[in-house]
């Protein structure tokens, strides 16, 4: 995961103080669509998937594509 400089979140903070984001509300977010996903899963599944994400600072459709890419390497 990628982080910020100083000078870049010096510059946000700058951006943000003087703007007001446009957020649309009508249309689904990705946390939105990170729950969806979650709340589909087995319990233990889901609980895992968090744990994951929180350890490594990834979403969950992050840890999810890196499990599927291990998978197809171990088939080729």
């Given amino acids: ?15 943000l ?3 007001i984001p446009n957020v649309d ?6 946390f939105m669509y990170q729950r969806e996903l979650l709340s589909i899963l087995k319990p233990v599944a ?3 998937l968090k744990t994951r994400a929180l350890a490594t600072h ?3 459709i992050q840890i999810i594509d890196a499990l599927i890419e ?5 088939c080729r």
Avoid: C, G, N, W
């Fill in 25 to 30: 509300f009508s249309k689904p977010d990705v």
């Fill in 17 to 19: 103080t003087r703007t």
């Fill in 70 to 74: 291990e998978r197809i390497a171990a």
């Fill in 1 to 15: 995961m990628a982080y910020m400089t100083e000078e870049e979140a010096d510059a946000l903070d700058e951006e």
């Fill in 46 to 48: 889901a609980d895992y």
């Fill in 58 to 60: 990834q979403t969950p």
